[in-house]
């Protein structure tokens, strides 16, 4: 039989090696001359690598047991690293070292949650030993933080992270073998498509965005008008503009623009935003490296004057305008880049409208909630429309067409 239990005392009487008496649960490692002198600091030997000390026969003795069990069923996959102290193969053992790798990412915060969630549940369980049908009742079993439940997309994203972490396991040679990789279950969602406004009822936002916030500070409209016209443009790029961020022919470049990193992103401003942010230059001059989307203290002597917008100024002048319409369910975002890509591809074919977009093709599909249809039937209506929607910030609709989520939108 494979392992035993051993002391490094010696008999104090005659100075022998104590031994084990193999009396079962009730022995003890004691002098084979003097039996009623026992070892009280013991160790369990299995093999060379393993070695656990105890001071309790009792102890010893169990855990043996339990080594010796594992290695007849588990047979060739027995490996007694698996139990030593570090379980080293182990989930939780595996998740910090794995996320380790990950740091610098801009998912980072989002791995962390999700696999430190699943450490919570495997803990020490060795990753070979995990099933496909325990990923299942685990995956299935969750539940948002709030203890809400949680949608299949979360789900999903949930699963692919765990099998992202599963791979790297894999890779590294000595945690589990192709064959013991487990069957992770197929978590089946639909993209929710995402609530979109016309043309008209996004100017009307905007407009009702420049009436609440013009006196202010203009640069919040301006912000939100330049989402609503650059499908390209995410929130926080413009975060990143400064004051010298636009050439003399309206070009904008954005340093490090949000999820390409150390990339440029150039947008060619139309004529009338390229006036509209020289007249703000005037109007609060800066020097050049200074970021152009910054707080201005005209109203109630506020403290924040020179300092950066935070990431919700133009998310909440959304939301407030869009709340003094009563119309709900329109956040930013889709108010604004998915609106408009829309509205495009209605006009101009989605192909052109994906491109400006800066979509990739699902998520576009997700936004882009027309079909496509023939550019030149639409010419005659792209000319009328886009005439009226490139006058921008002046323009206010006057009518409320098909696609608005909320009736009262009408209603203001
Ligand atoms: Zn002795």
């Known amino acids: 039989m494979a392992g035993g239990i051993y002391s490094e005392e010696t008999c104090p009487v005659c100075g022998s090696k104590m031994r084990d008496n193999h009396k079962g649960e009730r022995g003890a490692v004691a002098c084979p001359d003097h039996p009623m002198v026992h070892a009280h600091r013991i160790y369990v030997k299995f093999g060379r690598k ?27 996959k027995f490996d007694i690293e698996d139990y030593g102290f570090q379980k080293p193969k182990s989930f939780a053992t595996l998740a910090p070292k794995y996320l380790e790798r990950k740091k610098g990412l801009k998912s980072y915060g989002k791995i962390c949650h999700d696999i430190n969630k699943a450490a919570e549940h495997f803990g020490a369980m060795n990753m070979r030993e995990i099933s496909g049908g325990m990923l299942d009742d685990y995956l299935y079993g969750l539940k948002c933080d709030d203890g809400s439940s949680m949608s299949d997309k979360t789900r999903a994203n949930h699963c692919s992270r765990l099998h992202d972490f599963w791979k790297w396991c894999l890779a590294r040679g000595d945690v589990l073998t192709l064959a013991e990789f487990p069957t992770f279950p197929h978590i ?54 400064n004051e010298n961020s636009m050439d003399d022919a ?37 020097l050049p490296e200074i970021p152009f989307f910054r707080h201005h203290g005209r109203v109630r002597g506020t403290t924040k004057t020179g300092i950066i917008f935070g990431e919700n100024v133009f998310y ?16 930013l975002y889709p108010g604004t880049k998915h609106t408009t890509a829309s509205e495009t591809a209605k006009l101009m074919g989605s192909d052109r409208a994906k491109n400006a977009s800066g979509l990739s093709n699902k998520a576009f599909e997700r936004y882009c909630q027309v079909e496509n249809s023939d550019a030149f039937e639409v010419v005659s209506e792209i000319r009328k429309k886009k005439g009226e929607v490139v006058l921008l910030g002046g323009h ?12 009262n939108a009408s209603k203001r």
């Open 396 to 407: 206010r609709g006057t009518t409320v067409s098909g696609g608005v989520s909320n009736d």
């Open 316 to 331: 909440l002048a959304w939301q407030k305008a869009c709340e003094a319409m009563n119309l709900k369910g329109v956040p």
């Open 188 to 241: 089946e969602y639909e993209l929710a498509y995402r609530k979109i406004i016309t043309w008209e009822v996004q100017e009307q936002v905007l407009a009702k965005v420049k009436e609440m916030t013009w006196e202010k500070n203009p640069k919040i409209w301006f912000g939100c008008d330049l989402l609503a016209t650059y499908t390209a443009l995410r929130p926080d790029d413009l975060r990143r503009l």
């Open 50 to 76: 393993h070695k656990k000390r105890f001071t309790s026969y009792r102890m010893a003795f169990k855990w043996l047991n339990h080594l010796r069990t594992e290695k007849d069923e588990r047979e060739e």
């Open 250 to 286: 309206g070009w904008l470049t954005i340093y490090n623009p949000t999820k390409k990193k150390n990339k440029f992103k150039y947008i060619r401003l139309h004529e009338d935003h390229v006036g509209h942010w020289k007249s703000l230059q005037k109007l609060f001059p800066a």
